[in-house]
């Protein structure tokens, strides 16, 4: 494909080539099933009526909860920033001993249940909680401290992997010619970090924004976002006009929010040199690195340790009795499965998300950052990034519905499909996937390309030779996000799932949610089980990653 | 190079080793093989219910082998989301047959047509539970519980109180922030519990309850979970709130020492009914008929109240020991016409929010 005399011709094609799959999984998955529930929001009785959707937009509640959303999703991500930074610093820049289990530690809230989260923030801060003097129930800094509970390991994991890809000469060099710590950081650091930062700091926003659970649980019903909004309507009211309207503003609004990042992510001369050095040990000079990281493990240790606490109690006693009950199926049946055979079934389902969200993610990332030649060549290649943070920034249940009443008739009739629910949630994760990738892979200097290609490889070989190399940490990184996204990934597989084989936090909502003091002690169990699966995986595959690039 | 493709073989061997334990390469897709391959006759019907359904494993072996047919389950959501995909596919509907549709979403579902009339013989003193305003009877009463307050007994023992026993006591202020409930916007229980007090205090009254509801400390969560593990006194969490809004057959489940500890105040009932019934366009009207006698069988009826925690809809099935002793249940619950709420969720809902968050 690619000869020294590309024609302008043979590089579209060879963009359209490498883009056509992950769009036609975008168009049938994503834009099919929610441009056809937004249109039953437009079509009242037969007839197009965009009038009460627009009357929709100018309601004073749908302003509150707008302005709510954006105000705390903004807030929950500059904190989720201030704290990864420092952390992300400490655990990928530095080396000692127990780092790598902190680092998988730290991924396991992710794909906590949020109704079990819930449950553990609020026995903790709760007005019978050991925090209940705090006062915090209830109110709005308790749903941003349990969007940050969920989110920072996003900016710990996304930043620290550029981080380590990060040549550390420069910094050495400037701090030899006597500038501080703090003007090394601010001069030489942080603008190289910035793309990957600001890549870091859209996707932990845009999780904020579709927050559900979190919002409701933690607020008290105070507060309403456009996502429990629009799961009200939806779900409740049956309300498609006004579900509607949120739905195309949650579109605008995420539209603007990936132009403004779009902007802030571009580098003028992108360089990246991979680094070969073995971080040193923390010194002194490491301590807001330390103290954020102490900060971040109590935000995400408390209501972890309480879940564990609450999952060894038995009426007033110490027992492992709620962890024997999980290998049955509970004489009181509220275990739909053992939740072994869940737990297999999450593992499974991972795994396919996994591999689908890789290979989409790396086909859209080496096709938006091939260096353009031209101005139209560069918009559709940053159009095209921006199209795959969609599924992010929509809600769960629009796609839901929307995947019913679209996939439903051939060629496309796949709404009883098993795959839906990989597929479902690789498209969650693929903009994590996506975004670790870019930043690295825009780095590369397109000239190291160019020189393999002058030396006779082929696309594939330079693929291999140059691309891959510097793309493994990420990438790894990456597959962990995805593996974890799908490990935890509620919303999507509730509505998707079927009884025959429910995945693990499918088997502990129904836990939760059935009286009997056994059935709790149960979920809190069961959430332990996937926190400590999840750890574990985390663990491996960071293993895995370090040995491998000790091959280079 | 050789150093360089490295990677590339581990990640196809990572790849080949995963294939082998993901959903797909597993072969685990016995039904998934759907109709498509044009048997004259259907082998299998559908059921399409919410996430709380489940039945003993025996008793669904026991209709496959009287029906014939191979039982397929589609469950998710709750009775919310189960009746709008009804109406959104009646078209094309998901299954054959749907359970889970309680009564106040019913008259959405019938409204919209997303049932097929089947008069399927009911068991003697069923009839009470049928749908008002159902009369070509497309739905057909499988189960049904009521939506109560309940109390923690041993809390106002140990407090010298005396427990609450109607709805006007929970505005008192010798109650005041004792009282958590799910909210009516989140919650099926906490929407029956708005249409408790919507049948006691008449269309223009619930709002000034409420509003002394809200004052005198009531506390609000997202859902039945939130409000019973962790606020309420007796629940996983031990909260500190003795009076919360939960079912008749809570107080089976909190039997301690030969007595329980939590009893339902049925003075402040609201019944909710879940029905079953043949969807319009489904592909073996005959099996899923068959389904729909099979849930009013002796055997499921008494499988109810420990699968899905509700009573059964035939009175002479016998219920397990500690829901006979401890479970019981209203004799004149609240009621709203199904119609009524269909045609005012939306106002009340609105009127509800405003009330309760300001």
């Known amino acids: ?552 | 190079m050789s150093r360089a493709l490295a990677p590339v073989i581990a990640a196809s061997v990572v790849a080949l080793a995963v294939s082998g334990c993901s959903t797909i390469g597993s072969g685990s897709d016995g039904d998934a093989t759907d109709g498509a391959s044009g048997a004259d006759k259907p082998s299998r019907v559908v059921l399409v219910t919410h996430d709380s359904f489940v039945l003993p494993k025996p008793l669904i072996k026991q209709f496959e082998q009287e029906s014939g047919y191979d039982l397929v389950v589609r469950a998710t959501g709750d009775a919310g989301i189960l009746t709008n995909k009804l109406v959104l596919t009646k078209d094309d509907p998901l299954g054959d047959v749907a359970f889970g549709v309680d009564n106040t979403f019913a008259s959405r579902a019938l409204d919209e047509g997303v049932f097929a009339a089947y008069d399927a013989p009911l068991p003697a003193g069923a009839e009470d539970y049928r749908l008002p305003g159902d009369d070509d009877h497309a739905l057909t009463p499988v189960d049904n519980g009521n939506v109560c307050v309940n109390v923690d007994d041993t809390w106002f023992a140990d407090h010298d109180l005396a427990e609450p026993e109607t709805l006007d006591d929970l505005a008192d202020p010798a109650y005041k922030n004792l009282f958590v409930l799910p909210g009516a916007a989140t919650s099926s229980p906490g929407m029956a519990f708005l249409l408790t007090t919507i049948a006691a205090y008449g269309e223009d009254g619930w709002q000034d309850y409420w509003t002394k509801l809200m004052d005198n400390g009531a506390k609000l969560t997202a859902g039945w979970s939130d409000a019973y593990e962790v606020d309420f006194t007796q629940g996983g969490g031990k909260g500190d709130r003795p009076i919360v809004l939960s079912y008749d057959s809570s107080p089976a489940f909190t039997v301690s020492g030969g007595r329980s500890t939590t009893s339902a105040l049925l003075d402040t009932c609201f019944r909710q009914v879940e029905y079953a019934g043949v969807l319009a366009g489904a592909a073996n009207p005959d099996g899923a008929e068959q389904l729909v006698d099979f849930l009013l069988s002796p055997d499921v009826q008494a499988a109810l109240p420990e699968s899905m925690y509700v009573f059964p809809v035939d009175p002479s099935v016998e219920l397990p020991q500690e829901w006979a002793k401890f479970a019981e249940q209203p004799t004149d619950p609240y009621a709203v016409d199904p119609a009524e709420v269909s045609a005012n969720r939306d106002d009340w809902l609105r009127e509800w929010s405003d009330i309760t968050s300001r």
């Open chain 1, 1 to 552: 494909m690619t000869t020294p005399m590309t024609t302008p011709m043979s590089r579209a094609l060879t963009l359209a080539g490498l883009a056509a799959v992950p769009l036609a999984v975008l168009g049938v998955f994503f834009v099919l099933p929610v441009s056809g529930m937004v249109s039953e929001g437009f079509v009242v009785d037969g007839r197009f009526d965009p009038g009460g959707v627009l009357e929709v937009l100018g309601r004073p509640r749908v302003h509150r909860v707008l302005w709510f959303t954006v105000w705390s999703s903004t807030v929950a991500t500059l904190v989720a920033v201030l704290l990864g930074l420092p952390a992300a610093h400490l655990l990928h820049r530095r080396r000692f001993p127990g780092q790598r289990v902190l680092r998988s530690l730290l991924l396991v809230p992710f794909v906590l249940p949020t109704v079990v989260v819930g449950v553990a923030f609020r026995e903790l801060i709760g007005e019978a909680g050991p925090l209940g003097f705090l006062g915090l129930d209830g109110s709005a800094a308790a749903i941003v401290a349990g969007l940050v509970f969920f989110n920072v390991a996003v900016v710990i994991r996304a930043v620290g992997a550029a981080w380590e890809s990060l040549d550390p000469r420069p910094a050495e060099a400037a701090a030899a010619l006597g500038a501080s710590p703090v003007q090394v950081l601010r001069t030489v650091t942080l603008p190289a970090l910035r793309p990957a930062i600001v890549s870091a700091a859209s996707v932990v926003f845009l999780f904020c924004a579709t927050a559900f659970g979190v919002v409701l649980t933690l607020g008290g019903l105070r507060y309403s976002s456009v996502e429990t909004e629009i799961y009200l309507l939806t779900t409740n009211l049956l309300d498609l006009q006004a579900a509607a309207a949120l739905s195309i503003l949650q579109l605008l609004a995420i539209t603007g929010l990936l132009v403004v990042t779009g902007r802030l992510r571009a580098v003028p001369d992108p360089a990246l040199s991979r680094s070969t050095a073995r971080p040193p040990r923390p010194s002194p000079g490491d301590w807001p690195g330390v103290v954020t990281t102490a900060l971040v493990l109590l935000l995400v240790g408390t209501p972890l340790a309480a879940l564990v606490t609450g999952s060894l109690r038995v009426g007033d006693t110490w027992s492992l009795a709620n962890y024997r009950a999980l290998g049955g199926e509970g004489d009181q049946q509220a275990l739909l499965v053992p939740v072994g055979d869940a737990l297999v079934t999450s593992l499974r389902t991972a795994v396919d998300a996994t591999w689908m969200s890789l290979s989409l993610g790396v086909l859209v990332a080496v096709v938006v950052t091939r260096r353009s030649r031209s101005r139209t060549e560069r918009r559709v290649r940053g159009l095209l990034d921006g199209l795959f943070m969609l599924p992010l920034g929509v809600s769960a249940v629009t796609l839901g519905f929307g995947f019913l009443i679209t996939l439903d008739r051939p060629p496309l009739d796949l709404r009883d499909s098993l795959l839906l629910v990989p597929i479902a949630q690789a498209l969650v994760a693929l903009p994590l996937v996506v975004r670790t990738l870019v930043p690295v892979l825009g780095g590369i200097d397109d000239r190291q390309r160019q020189a393999a290609a002058s030396l006779g490889a082929g696309p594939l070989r330079t693929f291999a030779t140059v691309d891959l190399p510097a793309m493994w940490r990420p990438l790894t990184a990456a597959a962990g996000f995805a593996f974890a996204v799908s490990l935890g990934e509620f919303g999507a597989t509730s509505f998707l799932a079927r009884e025959d084989h429910p995945t693990l936090p499918i088997v502990i909502f129904r836990l939760i949610g059935h009286p009997g003091a056994m059935n709790y002690g149960m979920a809190l169990a069961a959430s332990v089980v996937l926190a400590a699966t999840t750890a574990a995986v985390m663990l491996a595959v960071d293993r895995l990653r370090v040995s491998s690039v000790g091959a280079f």
